[in-house]
Each structure stands twice: as structure tokens, then as C-alpha cells.
């Protein structure tokens, strides 16, 4: 069983004395000092203190003490204790791990453009070496090696700000007044990052789809045998079990990155769902800023509150009132297990059971076996009475056509019957506009890197997106929430479920 001492100074009642002390010799480690007397370390707390704290972490494992005989004159001095302290291999351990939970505990994380394009440049050069007969081994390795690296890197540091965007959405850990100063520059980096990551990761996905088409597997391969060959000698297992392990290590990197940016028939990929978690972060981001302002408008003042609460007990008219208004503020009521009927009563007064008795000895409370399967209580008498929830269904069908008929308009009101421009489109309501910009997305999602036509087709195959781009020209489309620019492109939009095209008239 590991022995977890060095960490003891974690729980105990000076813990932020331990902690100083254990930093004061890391930071004298990195400095290549090995050796620290109690005077040695820059500490507020007084010598005494410094020196018990001391004693304590060497009794944990955290340090060793040596006899300090360097400055022994005297038959006292060296009767008298003198320690020099330096970091056990355990306690050294130990302050690696906790610095390793705070940065997780308070890193925040970056959606980090610049890691897509390191990314597109490390995939171009090892796409010039996939087209080569013999590729130099070490180049293909040093290239898989930083593509791996940058890509990581880019994964978790996108995991963690979207981690630490959601707690700033709910409101946790986050300072009003800083949120609502840099709510803006927040916004402005998820937009910029969405642009980035639509331009750039299809690029990266038409690459890494031209690297599996070229021969991916070779390149791995060449990695792996090349992990194998540099493998220490004196290893359990052999160079061809080293390198079929390394093989399918390198395997296992290459589809987490394919699957990454290269959407599959029926998993998106995570590029795409990060993609769509920036954009619902926006408008929820602006439903935060509303919330502070409501918040700002009408402060809510706990203790007159309570106050308030006090003087409507001190009004009541009699006991079951204040029980009724302590049971509305506070929600606390009896459990709905401990029923008590008639057998129930009966079985006490004939066995009492005195209050002093641990629930331990008490005799077992019997439960009903419909509540423990289905939560609900199983009562006796005839049954309930049956809730129609008819009108209910209605206005669900009806919304859900509603929805459905909007969505339908919404599709055929989109359908170009003829190459158009953006610039063309015109104004757009709010069901026309959202179903526009996600084909829009979808066509640049699936448009590889310098390719100026794309084709695509919806998920539900029912619409067929034809994208071309143009050497100039700004497109405006205005809706009701304000107006969406962007780079002009000749699109078409094709009913794929028409049963002949209609056509087109002036």
C-alpha cells in the first residue's frame, strides 16, 4: 500500500506554514541548493515556529535532517541540536502533485488559433513527405511528434476555457463587475475563433484526408519502427513487440485526430460540436449580461428578507399558520416514507419504542415496494383518478406543426433554383435566416483547403448546398436582429425531394 504521510501536512491546523516552508525548498532546489537551515528560509513566522514546522514535515517524510556539525565550536554546540534540512524524494513528489492540481484547479485555457494553423503547416509537410517513395524516417517522426504536441495542446486547452466559460455563464466564481468589463472582448474571441476554426479545420480535414488517401499508415509505421530501434537495451520485451505497441499508440493518436476534424457519417466531429458550443455561448453570454443588469436593477437584501420573514411570524394569527409559513419559506416538510396509519399506531402501542433508541436497534420501518421500484406510494382504496392530459397533446401538435410548416416555408423560400449571389439573397426572417446559416456552415465545413467549389448535401438529405467562391465583393443579408456580412459566394440551392426542378421565372 503506497505510504501518503507527505501528504499529512494537508489536514493539518498550519497548513499555510507547511506549505511556505515546502515552497521555500523547492524554490532553493531549482536553484541548486541542497541544504537549508531554519535561519536559511524567508519566512514571517518566527524561528521556533519555523523550527517545529520543520520537525513536523521530516516526521511526515516530506524532509531529512542531517547533524549540523559545520559550526560546532563548543562541547554545547554539539550537544545542542543543529539540523540541516533538505526535500526527500516523497516530499518532492508530493509538492510536484500539488502544484500540478492548482494550475488544473485554476487554468482557464485558450481557444488557440494560432495552434490551427501550426497544425495546417506540420500537415502540408508531411503530405510532401506521404508523396515521397523513401521519406527520411526522422523528419516523418520529429513532424508526427510536433503535430501530436500542438494538437494536444490545442484539445486541452480548448476543453479547459470552455470549462471555465461555462462556470462564467453560470455565474460561479466570476466577479460581476470584471465579467461585465470584458463581456465584450469575450464575445469578439468567440467570433473571431468560429471564423478561424470553419476557414482553417476544413483545411485541416481536406489534409488529413489527403494524407489517409496518400498512405497514412506508411508514415506511422515509419514512426513506430523508428521509437522501436531507439528503445534501451536490457527491455522485457522484444523490438517487435516495442514496435507493434508503439504502431498502435501512433494509430490511436492519428484517429483522434481525424475524428477531431473529419465529421463521419454519424458522429460530427468534436471540431464541429466545439464549433457549435462557441456560438450557443454568445447568446447565453448576452442572457448572463441581462441577468446582471436585472440583478443591478433590484438588489436582493438577504437580512431584510429575514426580517421580513420575522415580522409575518410575528403577525400570524395562530400556530398552524406559522407552521404553514415555515413549511412555504423553507420547504421542509415530512418524508413521504414515514407514513403514519393505523397498523402503524397500533404496533407502537403495543411494542413502544422509547425515543432514546439508535435507528441501529430500532425495530425496521417497512416500505412499501411500489416506492422503492417507482417512487410513488402505494395507498389503499381505489385508484386515481386518471388525468386527461388531452389539451395538453393538442397545443404540443399543434406547435410541433407550427414548427414544422415555419421550418417547410424556411426550405422553400431558400431554394435558388439558379446560381445566386449572397449579395442577392435580400432580407431573411428568423426561422429563413437560422436554417440558412447552418447550411452555409455546413458547405464551408465540408470546402477543402484551396478549393473554390464545394457540394454538399444536408444531413437528412433533403437539400443540396453548391458554394463557389469569388475574388471580391462584400455580402449583406439583413434580418430582424441586424445584418450578417461576409465574403461573397455564388450559391445554389437544390430541393433534393422536388420531383423535377421547378423553373426559375423573373
Known sequence: ???????????????????????????????????????????????????????????????????????????????????????????????????????????????????????????????????????????????????VGRFSDL??????????????????????????????????????????????????????????????????????????????????????????????????????????????????????????????????????VSALNERRAGRSDRSADFRTLARWFAQAPDEATMHRLWRTAFGLSSARHLTVDSDTLAEREEQPVAPSTPWYDAPPLLISPQLRKTGSYERRGKPNRIVDRSDQRRILAERAARQAEETELARKRLVTHRPTRLSEVGTLDPAEFSLFLSLLGDALAARGPRQRHVSTATSDGTLEIRLTALDKGVAEIHTPAGTFRGPDHVIEIVDLTAAEPEEWSA
Do not use: C
Request: aromatic share 8%; glycine share 4%; proline share 4%.
Open 155 to 288: 484539445a486541452d486547452n480548448a476543453q479547459a476555457f470552455m470549462g471555465s466559460l461555462q462556470r462564467s455563464i453560470d455565474l460561479h466564481d466570476v466577479d460581476v463587475d470584471a465579467f461585465r468589463a470584458y463581456k465584450d472582448q469575450l464575445i469578439d474571441y468567440l467570433e473571431r475563433f468560429i471564423k478561424d476554426l470553419v476557414t482553417t479545420g476544413a483545411e485541416i480535414a481536406g489534409l488529413v484526408t489527403e494524407i489517409d488517401d496518400t498512405d497514412a499508415e506508411r508514415l506511422l509505421r515509419t514512426a513506430a519502427a523508428r521509437e522501436a530501434e531507439d528503445a534501451a537495451p536490457g527491455a522485457d520485451e522484444s523490438e517487435e513487440a516495442q514496435f507493434e505497441r508503439g504502431l498502435a499508440l501512433w494509430r490511436e493518436r492519428w484517429l483522434g485526430l481525424r475524428q477531431w476534424f473529419v465529421s463521419g457519417p454519424q458522429h460530427p466531429s468534436q471540431a464541429k460540436l466545439l464549433r457549435a458550443r462557441a456560438r450557443a455561448a454568445i447568446p447565453a453570454l448576452l442572457q448572463v
Open 1 to 147: 500500500m503506497p505510504d501518503y504521510q507527505p501528504f499529512a501536512h494537508l489536514t493539518a491546523p498550519n497548513v499555510d506554514l507547511y506549505r511556505a516552508v515546502m515552497g521555500e525548498f523547492v524554490r532553493a532546489k531549482r536553484r541548486f541548493v541542497v541544504h537549508l537551515r531554519p535561519e536559511d528560509l524567508e519566512l514571517e513566522a518566527d524561528l521556533a515556529a519555523v523550527t517545529d514546522a520543520l520537525g513536523r514535515l521530516k516526521d511526515w517524510g516530506n524532509l531529512r535532517a542531517d547533524p549540523d556539525t559545520s559550526r560546532v565550536t563548543t562541547v554545547e554546540d554539539f550537544h545542542r541540536a543543529r539540523f540541516l534540512y533538505q526535500l526527500t524524494p516523497a516530499g518532492e513528489a508530493a509538492e510536484q502533485a500539488l502544484q500540478t492540481f492548482d494550475e488544473a484547479l485554476g487554468r482557464r485555457g485558450a481557444l488557440q488559433a494560432v495552434a490551427l494553423t501550426d497544425i495546417v503547416t506540420q500537415l502540408r509537410a508531411l503530405l510532401e513527405l506521404a508523396r515521397h517513395e523513401a521519406p527520411d524516417p526522422a523528419k516523418v517522426h520529429l513532424l508526427l511528434h510536433g503535430l
